[in-house]
């Protein structure tokens, strides 16, 4: 089990406990190989034809930050490209590019 799945786990067991519910929704905030691994897909996307928000959308399932809240019934994504541009570097084959330096995430309960 990894340490953000064990987070996870855990918050939403002491937040149940607490308040007799799981949260409807777990906001965050991608920093690090997440928001490389994100910009990665979601230019990908783009270059296939993929609308920016589906791109969005997709992009977020493939990052470890999206399988893991999946994993415990948060799959409805809100993704928000914010901020002043930054210099990013997404390795080969994309390089360093200039993009929103934040990408914000709401994860809404699917299981509902």
Same mark, same amino acid.
């Given at each position: 089990?990894? $340490? ?5 786990? /855990? ?9 007799? @519910?799981?949260?409807?929704? $777990?906001?965050? @905030?991608l920093v690090h190989e997440n928001? %490389?691994?994100?910009? *990665?897909?979601?230019? &990908? ?6 609308? /920016?928000? +589906? +791109?969005?959308? *997709?992009?977020?399932? +493939?990052? +470890?930050?999206g399988t893991h809240r999946m994993?415990?019934?948060?799959g409805d994504f809100q993704v /928000? $490209?914010?901020?002043?541009? *930054? ?10 590019? &200039? ?9 809404? %309960?699917?299981?509902?």
């Amino acid at each position: 089990m990894s $340490l953000t799945d064990l987070t996870l786990k /855990e918050g939403l067991s002491l937040f149940e406990r607490r308040f007799g @519910h799981k949260p409807d929704v $777990l906001p965050g @905030h991608l920093v690090h190989e997440n928001r %490389r691994h994100f910009y *990665q897909r979601y230019l &990908e996307l783009l270059s296939e034809g993929i609308d /920016e928000p +589906a +791109a969005r959308n *997709q992009a977020i399932r +493939a990052t +470890a930050f999206g399988t893991h809240r999946m994993a415990h019934g948060y799959g409805d994504f809100q993704v /928000e $490209l914010t901020g002043p541009p *930054q210099m990013i570097d997404l390795g080969p084959p994309y390089g360093l590019r &200039e993009l929103p330096g934040s990408v914000d995430v709401v994860a809404r %309960r699917s299981d509902k």
